[in-house]
């Protein structure tokens, strides 16, 4: 059973930081690209952020460049992301993807990604 657990969430104040994390078990994703969705309150999941298998790609959604950073290790199968000067607009259940598609471009496509972690809470206090 394919797994992906994500960590890291929390309550913060507006110009704070958090460090989301996403460890996947059961296959490898070393060879996947592996990424960051979100979903506010009443509406659709958006992209966020995306790293390709080999980390010398990544993408970010416009409301977040410069302040988020995607990460990975792929010997630990985990994937990072970290948020600073956080805003009240980040709040939203922060979700982990992976694509399921070896050696593929990075994407911010939704459907493209076959994996999806539980989600964890961010909430950013104004």
């Known amino acids: 059973q394919v797994l992906l657990v994500e960590s890291g969430g929390g309550l913060v104040q507006a110009g704070g930081s958090l460090r989301l994390s996403c460890t996947a078990s059961?296959?490898?994703?070393?060879?996947?690209?592996m990424g960051w969705f979100r979903q506010a309150p009443g509406q659709e999941r958006e992209f966020v952020a995306a790293?390709?298998?080999?980390?010398?790609?990544?993408t970010y959604a416009d409301s977040v460049k410069g302040r988020f950073t995607i990460s990975r290790t792929n010997a630990k199968n985990t994937v990072v992301l970290e948020m600073n000067s956080l805003k009240p607009e980040d709040t939203a259940v922060y979700y982990c993807?992976?694509?399921?598609?070896?050696?593929?471009?990075?994407?911010?496509?939704?459907?493209?990604?076959?994996?999806w972690g539980q989600g964890t809470q961010v909430t950013v206090s104004s």
């Open positions: 059961g296959r490898s994703f070393s060879t996947n690209t």
């Open positions: 993807a992976a694509r399921s598609t070896f050696w593929a471009p990075v994407s911010s496509k939704e459907n493209e990604f076959d994996y």
């Open positions: 790293i390709s298998w080999n980390v010398l790609s990544t």
